[in-house]
Nanobody
Framework: QVQLVESGGGLVQPGGSLRLSCAAS????????MGWYRQAPGKERELVAT??????TNYADSVKGRFTISRDSRYMVSLQMNSLKPEDTAVYYC?????????WGQGTQVTVSS
């Protein structure tokens, strides 16, 4: 089993910044990719950014140039979010991909509002 614990969400004004962190624990040798997804009210969960063991990154078009995903250690990833917009408001979920299944954190709320 893999456990994911997120931190760093909150309320921020448009144009502000937040940093999300995700720490993984448990049986981790099978985890190949870690990343962040988000789900806004009334919408489906969508990919935000992912990073592989080899540090190859992938971003949604809507966040390119504003968000940066990084590995703080082998099983801790962060998401630096700059120039936040109201449309970035969502619950953000940490994800870890294994060959047989995905693991999800509990989610952390990010609200961008003046």
């Amino acid at each position: 089993q893999v456990q994911l614990v997120e931190s760093g969400g909150g309320l921020v004004q448009p144009g502000g910044s937040l940093r999300l962190s995700c720490a993984a624990s448990g049986i981790l040798f099978s985890i190949n990719v870690m990343g962040w997804y988000r789900q806004a009210p009334g919408k489906e969960r969508e990919l935000v950014a992912t990073i592989t063991r080899g540090a190859v990154t992938n971003y949604a078009d809507s966040v390119k140039g504003r968000f940066t995903i990084s590995r703080d250690s082998r099983y801790m990833v962060s998401l630096q979010m700059n120039s936040l917009k109201p449309e970035d408001t969502a619950v953000y979920y940490c994800n870890a991909e294994a060959p047989d299944r995905d693991y999800w954190g509990q989610g952390t709320q990010v609200t961008v509002s003046s």
